[in-house]
Structures are given as structure tokens and as C-alpha cells.
Nanobody, 125 residues
Framework: QVQLVESGGGLVLAGGSLRLSCAAS????????MGWFRQAPGKEREFVTA????????YYADSVKGRFTISRDNAKNTVFLQMNSLKPEDTAVYYC??????????????????WGQGTQVTVSS
């Protein structure tokens, strides 16, 4: 099993920045791609960004492209999400996810095997 713990959420003014972290523990050798999803009240959980094991392949949702950056430190089993120019519509619970199948970088929630408990991000106007 793999355990994921997110941190770094909080309340920020529009235009501000936050950096989320997700620390993995357990059978981390089985992890390949990692991703971030978010879920706003009354909405489905949606894809935000994902990164492959080496960090050379990344994908972003159109809504965050140019504002968010995903990165990872494999030595520390941690993935990061740097969020800049935040907007009120970015308000959501952000979830970290890990994929254990090698060679792919999923953008679909059902393809991720492990999930964190989520961290709240609130952007006020």
C-alpha cells in the first residue's frame, strides 16, 4: 500500500500563490506517475495536472496552464504543486493521487490507485 499526505492548503487572496506538497510513504517503489485533482462544492473531481516518474512529462488542465506548475522530488517521495495567480474559481479541495502502472501519465481519476485525504484551498476575491 501507498499512503499520500497533502499539505500547504489555506486561504489566499486572488492573485496570490500557494504551494501544495504531497508526501508518499509505504510501497513507494511501485509509484510511477503522480497527479493532482480538485473538487469544488457540488462539482465532480477534476484533473488538474500530472507528472511522470522522471519529471520530464507533465500535463495540465487548460484552466490552470501557465499558472500552476507540478514537480517532484523522488529522493523525498514528494510531489509539489506551485499555484500562482490564483483565482476564486480555483477554490476546491485538492487531492494528490499516485499511479502504479509504469509508462503512462493518466489524466483520468479512475486510473489512479492511491489518493490522499485532500487539502482545502480557498481563494477570496
Amino acid at each position: 500500500q501507498v499512503q499520500l499526505v497533502e499539505s500547504g492548503g489555506g486561504l489566499v487572496l486572488a492573485g496570490g500563490s500557494l504551494r501544495l506538497s504531497c508526501a508518499a510513504s509505504g510501497r513507494t517503489f511501485s509509484i510511477d506517475a503522480m497527479g493532482w485533482f480538485r473538487q469544488a462544492p457540488g462539482k465532480e473531481r477534476e484533473f488538474v495536472t500530472a507528472i511522470n516518474w522522471s519529471g520530464h512529462i507533465t500535463y495540465y488542465a487548460d484552466s490552470v496552464k501557465g499558472r500552476f506548475t507540478i514537480s517532484r522530488d523522488n529522493a523525498k517521495n514528494t510531489v509539489f504543486l506551485q499555484m500562482n495567480s490564483l483565482k476564486p474559481e480555483d477554490t476546491a479541495v485538492y487531492y494528490c493521487a499516485a499511479h502504479s502502472g509504469f509508462g503512462t501519465v493518466p489524466r483520468v481519476r479512475d486510473e489512479y490507485d492511491y489518493w490522499g485525504q485532500g487539502t482545502q484551498v480557498t481563494v477570496s476575491s
